[in-house]
T-cell receptor
């Protein structure tokens, strides 16, 4: 069974205190790993897609990396506005549907990040 | 433009009511999804439409009835819901094709549903 585990469950940082969030996965064959940011009561906001081990992507203070077993979301010098829940999700090989336009994502339980002044 | 819109933002309904949630995207995406999210939990997939055909129904109770009138619109019809159905209902869409850039799902802001 495909599994996605995120740690820590919650993280409290001071402004400027860099850290990493972890997403470990056990799947039959990874097609893609996705990071989302979700603010309370709102829909997830797409951040990154990673497809192969060794791949890295950056956006402002965020950097996502991927290995064969896990992904890290590094937050450099965070600001209070980075406070949110960060979700990772995996797409598994063979999870395409019909013509391949749609696919099922398996989400982790998320890391709730709070950045204080 | 990566916007998915959902209406209404909030909905309160009784267990005997019939209501509908609406979702719209104009990104040319050919796959659309309904998710249910309870507090402090990740989104749970309910339905997937691929090229306007229902492709996945994740064993969702029949009191939830999806509809895809065209490639840009997705509805979720609600009838005889239970209080435990109260949640944030999210719509998402993704592009078609097999290329690596086609897999991202873009979410709408959600509809906060309360069943009394």
């Amino acid at each position: 069974e495909d599994q996605v585990t995120q740690s820590p469950e919650a993280l409290r940082l001071q402004e400027g205190e860099s850290s990493s969030l972890n997403c470990s996965y056990t799947v039959s064959g990874l097609r893609g790993l996705f990071w989302y940011r979700q603010d309370p009561g709102k829909g997830p906001e797409f951040l990154f897609t990673l497809y192969s081990a060794g791949e890295e992507k950056e956006k402002e203070r965020l950097k996502a990396t991927l290995t064969k077993k896990e992904s890290f979301l590094h937050i450099t010098a965070p600001k209070p506005e980075d406070s949110a829940t960060y979700l990772c999700a995996v797409q598994v090989q063979g999870s395409y549907i019909n013509t391949g336009t749609a696919s099922k994502l398996t989400f982790g339980t998320g890391t709730r990040l709070q950045v204080t002044l | 433009d990566t916007e998915v819109t959902q209406t209404p933002k909030h909905l309160v309904m009784g267990m005997t009511n019939k209501k509908s949630l609406k979702c719209e995207q104009h990104m040319g995406h050919r796959a659309m999804y309904w998710y249910k999210q309870k507090a402090k939990k990740p989104p749970e997939l309910m339905f997937v439409y691929s090229y306007e055909k229902l492709s996945i129904n994740e064993s969702v109770p029949s009191r939830f009835s999806p509809e895809c009138p065209n490639s840009s619109l997705l509805n979720l019809h609600l009838h005889a819901l239970q209080p435990e159905d109260s949640a944030l209902y999210l719509c998402a869409s993704s592009q078609d094709g097999f290329g690596t850039s086609y897999n991202e799902q873009f979410f709408g802001p959600g509809t906060r549903l309360t069943v009394l």
